[in-house]
């Protein structure tokens, strides 16, 4: 299943600074294809800004970043759109357009990035609801209509519309119920099994970690300070990891970074 | 201590300080505002550049015709109208003193069509496009709905700025040759209901007296105040910043900016066509 070759996605000494404010300081990371790193960290620690970079919503001031082995941070606008269309991405607040129906937020990127026609692609978007446990009833409500959960599957169904070979999850779960998150953290795996995609997913919360990830990342300062399968997650023998993964207040991360 | 230390010396130090500090200041703010002339040209350009560029999104151009367009024109026309009837009021209470009532009709034709109609419509517009860009734009970056439409391969400069713009630029001029037509009909109302002058011989000599002109600079006037309002609404609220308050700071910028902008633009654009 894992290409150890060529990862899908590395990341080499990757910084990105805002002013005198160095959010990453360095981050090396590989995601082997087919598989699902999962990057955990407090917040405010370069999680987001990680992602950011990667999809390319945030330039980043120095370092590479290669998917498929091929430095993106050097591509032209032009190749850089046609990398765009391998990616998803699942945003946290769902970043549905609330100006267009459930349906056309589904499949808008197989309408303008694909050129599908519309007929072809309402009854693609009906698909993907599917997929994520919704009826054809929802396609034509407005984002506005549906609740926290349901919004969260839309945006899912949207993500993986365009059978993405990588699906970004920022913070998949959260603002949801436990059980809700839960139905979420299944439907991930289940998305990302069924497409054969590389997942890089970026969460606190560790219920999440455990269900969808094969490998795990821990950021803490804009730097990578530990990273492994996730069934090495409680033996790393790295204090953070362990503070953070037991969530205690008292340990090597102080309160102040991490707040 | 520093009562230890001569008194003078003091007194100069805090004056030197004082004026570093005042420099300082004035130094920040003049880099922030070429900064930000910067980004905003940037902007523009990028923006200039992918109007050229396909792919286009039609249903979004012909929706921000309609916006801004057609629901502008109840507020424009309200706006022309009233102006043009104060108009004729003021110019004969003004006029009569010098026996000179008879330039009413020309009065108001000149200023409706060279300042007044774009404006007035370029800041009525302001308030009510520019405010509504600004908004919308500013909560689709805040709920991260821009960045959504980058990783769905559609460019925000093309979904978004492109249909705004170009909307904003190739509607204005109709509005306002829609303003001025109304305006000097207000003109005409008061001139002939109110002030009992001859409909005829009015009608013939605002005909007369106008020249293609005087029309003509008012509607590239209004191409451009359209411009200045869409674009400063879409660079406002694309650069908004997080939360209500980023979004309620970029809708107020953009409507102020656009409006400042308009005023000194028609200084320019007169200057340009008239000496």
């Given amino acids: 299943m894992t290409d150890t070759s060529v990862p899908k996605i590395e990341l080499r000494d990757v910084r990105k600074s805002f002013g005198s404010k160095h959010v990453l300081r360095g981050v090396d990371l590989k995601v082997p294809k087919g598989s699902s790193l999962v990057i955990i960290g407090g917040s405010g620690t370069g999680k987001s800004v990680t992602i950011k970079c990667v999809l390319g919503l945030l330039a980043a001031d120095s370092g590479q970043i290669l998917i498929d082995g091929v430095d993106i941070t050097k591509l032209g606008s032009r190749k850089r759109d046609e990398q765009m269309k391998k990616f998803g991405m699942l945003f946290q607040g769902g970043a549905l357009f609330d100006s267009l129906p459930i349906w056309e937020n589904v499949s808008f990127g197989l309408i303008h990035g694909h050129d599908m026609p519309r007929d072809q692609a309402r009854l693609a978007a009906i698909e993907k609801l599917k997929a994520v446990g919704l009826g054809a009833n929802v396609a034509d409500l407005f984002p506005a209509e549906l609740s926290g959960g349901m919004q969260k599957r839309v945006s899912l169904a949207r993500a993986i519309a365009v059978n993405p070979e990588i699906i970004f999850f920022d913070e998949p779960t959260t603002g949801l119920d436990p059980i809700m998150a839960d139905v979420i953290n299944e439907l991930i795996v289940q998305c990302v099994k069924d497409l054969g995609a590389t997942a890089l997913t970026i969460t606190h919360d560790m219920a999440s970690v455990r269900k969808i990830a094969d490998y795990v990342a821990m950021i803490y300062e804009g730097k990578i300070i530990w990273s492994g399968p996730v069934a090495e997650l409680d033996h790393s023998g790295n204090p953070y990891v362990d503070q953070f993964i037991h969530g205690r207040a008292d340990g090597p991360i102080s309160r102040a970074t991490a707040a | ?275």
């Fill in chain 2, 1 to 275: 201590m520093s009562e230890i230390a001569p008194t003078a010396a003091r007194i100069s130090q805090k004056s030197v300080s004082a004026v570093l500090d005042l420099c300082a200041t004035v130094g920040h703010s003049v880099m922030r505002f070429f900064g930000s002339v910067g980004r905003l040209t940037e902007f523009a350009a990028k923006a200039i550049a992918h109007i050229f560029m396909p792919p286009w999104f039609f249903k979004q151009i012909g929706r921000q015709f309609v916006d801004i367009g057609y629901y502008s024109l109840a507020v424009v026309g309200l706006t022309t109208l009233f102006s043009g009837m104060v108009l004729a009021l003021q110019s004969y209470t003004g006029f009569a003193r010098f026996n000179a009532e008879g330039a009413i009709a020309n009065v108001v034709a000149l200023s409706m069509t060279r300042e007044l109609g774009p404006v007035l419509a370029g800041l009525m517009v302001a308030g009510r496009i520019g405010a509504s860009i600004a908004a919308e734009i500013g909560t689709m970056r805040v709920t991260e709905q821009v960045d959504a439409l980058t990783t769905l391969s559609v460019n925000p400069y093309k979904y978004l700025v492109v249909p705004r713009v170009l909307a904003g630029t190739l509607i204005m001029p109709v509005l306002v040759l829609v303003g001025d037509i109304i305006g000097i009909f207000g003109g005409f109302i008061v001139a002939v209901f109110r002030l009992k002058f001859s409909a005829y011989a009015y009608v013939e000599q605002t005909w007369n007296f106008l020249e293609p002109i005087d029309v003509i600079s008012g509607l590239i006037k209004a191409a451009v105040f359209g411009f200045i309002v869409t674009i400063m609404g879409c660079y406002n609220g694309y650069n908004s910043d997080r939360g209500a308050q980023g979004v309620g700071a970029a809708t107020t910028n953009a409507v102020v900016s656009a409006s400042i902008l308009i005023l000194i633009f028609n200084y320019l654009l007169t200057q340009v066509f008239f000496s």
